[in-house]
T-cell receptor, first 111, second 110 residues
Framework: NAGVTQTPKFQVLKTGQSMTLQCAQD?????MYWYRQDPGMGLRLIYYSASEGTTDKGEVPNGYNVSRLNKREFSLRLESAAPSQTSVYFCASTEIPGVGHFGPGTRLLVL | GQQVMQIPQYQHVQEGEDFTTYCNSSTTLSNIQWYKQRPGGHPVFLIQLVKSGEVKKQKRLTFQFGEAKKNSSLHITATQTTDVGTYFCAGWAGSYQLTFGKGTKLSVIP
């Protein structure tokens, strides 16, 4: 069991470039989440998918889009990266109201 | 929306001293969870409390859930350098969102 996997681990982008962060889980969880973590700000929810076929905005959705590709995969897309999106991004999955299982994170630097 | 407040934001302790972090929710929680994040790592689940007034222990860690199910605490007795990291509380409040506190970053001075 790999749990929650994320790719890439690190990424450097220039302002205006786009990229997609990939997340996959093998625990057959219905719900998946994208968080960003900035110093002193804790974990802020960007988007979530309560079940396959649904997605909803979290606390900080601006500048992001998501796709729940299937039950296993949930991707996060930055269409036009900005320096304010420099952060560590975590994907998580769970069965509500259960334990959150986190991926190892993607460290993104936008220049 | 639901808010989860956590204090203190930072705590520096001498090795062997005790440490406590507190968590308060703006709404009643169905359960509360605690996570630990080591430097450079990802949040890892520690424990879940479900019942009003529940107390659970894991070796030197004691977790409490308040009677009103809106607050919680984590107490570490006799801290060790291996306790270093950021501790987060998180709660479900009947929505699809697991809301996290901002975390308490613990530094332990050897």
């Amino acid at each position: 069991n790999a749990g929650v996997t994320q790719t890439p681990k690190f990424q450097v982008l220039k302002t205006g470039q786009s990229m997609t962060l990939q997340c996959a889980q093998d625990m057959n969880h219905n719900s998946m989440y994208w968080y960003r973590q900035d110093p002193g700000m804790g974990l802020r929810l960007i988007y979530y998918s309560a079940s396959e076929g649904t997605t909803d905005k979290g606390e900080v959705p601006n500048g992001y889009n998501v796709s729940r590709l299937n039950k296993r995969e949930f991707s996060l897309r930055l269409e036009s990266a900005a320096p304010s999106q420099t952060s560590v991004y975590f994907c998580a999955s769970t069965e509500i109201p259960g334990v959150g299982h986190f991926g190892p994170g993607t460290r993104l630097l936008v220049l | 929306g639901q808010q989860v407040m956590q204090i203190p934001q930072y705590q520096h302790v001498q090795e062997g001293e005790d440490f406590t972090t507190y968590c308060n929710s703006s709404t009643t929680l169905s359960n509360i969870q605690w996570y630990k994040q080591r430097p450079g790592g990802h949040p890892v689940f520690l424990i879940q409390l479900v019942k009003s007034g529940e107390v659970k222990k894991q070796k030197r860690l004691t977790f409490q859930f308040g009677e009103a199910k809106k607050n919680s605490s984590l107490h570490i007795t006799a801290t060790q350098t291996t306790d270093v990291g950021t501790y987060f509380c998180a709660g479900w409040a009947g929505s699809y969102q697991l809301t996290f506190g901002k975390g308490t970053k613990l530094s332990v001075i050897p």
